[in-house]
């Protein structure tokens, strides 16, 4: 899956995405490692990242988001950080990071 961020995360991702789903239910867990190129606050690089969450249909919970470690080049090497995501009712999805550089 490819992504595409503007904002102060700027940038594209190839993304490798698996999910456990009950379409019945709507119950289940998705799990996602990220490969980003591209800007964070105005710094270039690439940088992986992890996340994944869980769902009993009508809820989301036990998020898990983190910035592999050493994983940052150029302008981002060093980078280290958590982040999360919030999916608005239409579906838009808003991702932020909390770094340190």
Known sequence: ????????????SSTLFTAAFDHTTGAGTYVAMESFDGTLAGRRGT??????????????????????????????????GTGGITITEDGTHHIWFDFDL
């Open 47 to 80: 940088f992986n990242f992890a996340h994944s969450a869980s769902t009993t249909g009508t809820n989301r919970e036990g998020d898990f988001f983190v910035i592999v470690p050493a994983s940052g080049t150029a302008d981002l090497a060093g980078l280290s």
């Open 1 to 12: 899956m490819e992504k595409t961020y503007t904002g102060e995360v700027d940038g594209r």
